[in-house]
């Protein structure tokens, strides 16, 4: 099992990394919490969750153990998987997904793209007492970085979302909040309205 990867930072996007280690260039999938942290300088180190299965082998990468713990307690759930976990992670910080989860805020759940209130009731009762208050040694994570709408299309796009319609929503939140916003940011409102 490989715990963490400490390399040569080749190449970050919202959704994926890859850290060269050794000559070997390894893809991680990374929530935008971390790639909203992630340095830009070369050296680097990502915490991982592997995933294992039959048709794949997944890297998942974070920048802190609590997000990577809250990744882990959330596809220990019946019918969460790798990418809808990220999903969560990408929407919400593990900070507030612990208070989601603690103050039993379904419609919080339920407004991200892929989970039904069925699957959001099942997160809170399945976590309720897996995260308590305190857990984790979450930091709240601040905004950061510039860039353009086309990043942030290409995120929502490899995410599953319908180009046409994430990139009206990218339009309506560029003129309502102005170009200088994050693409991270960026992309964290258009989850919300997607």
Do not use: W
């Amino acid at each position: 099992m490989i715990h963490h990867l400490r390399g040569r930072l080749t190449e970050k996007t919202p959704t994926h990394a890859i850290i060269e280690c050794g000559g070997v260039g390894y893809l991680l999938h990374i929530t935008l919490n971390t790639a909203q942290r992630l340095p830009n300088d070369e050296s680097c180190m990502l915490l991982v969750h592997e995933v294992i299965r039959e048709d794949a082998h997944e890297l998942y990468g974070f920048l802190e153990e609590g997000e990577r713990e809250a990744f882990r307690r959330l596809v220990s759930v019946s019918g969460v998987g790798a990418n809808t976990a990220r999903m969560i992670l990408s929407s919400l910080t593990p900070a507030d997904l612990v208070n989601v989860i603690l103050s039993k805020d379904v419609d919080s759940l339920k407004g991200i793209k892929g989970i039904g209130a069925k699957t959001a009731q099942r997160i809170i009762v399945d976590l309720h007492d897996k995260f308590p208050a305190g857990d984790l040694g979450i930091e709240k994570i601040a905004p950061g970085g510039n860039t353009v709408k086309i990043e942030a299309l290409t995120a929502l796009s490899s995410l599953g979302f319908d180009r046409t319609k994430a990139e009206k929503t990218l339009d309506k939140i560029l003129k309502t909040e102005g170009s200088s916003i994050s693409v991270e940011e960026l992309i964290k409102l258009a989850l919300k309205q997607l």
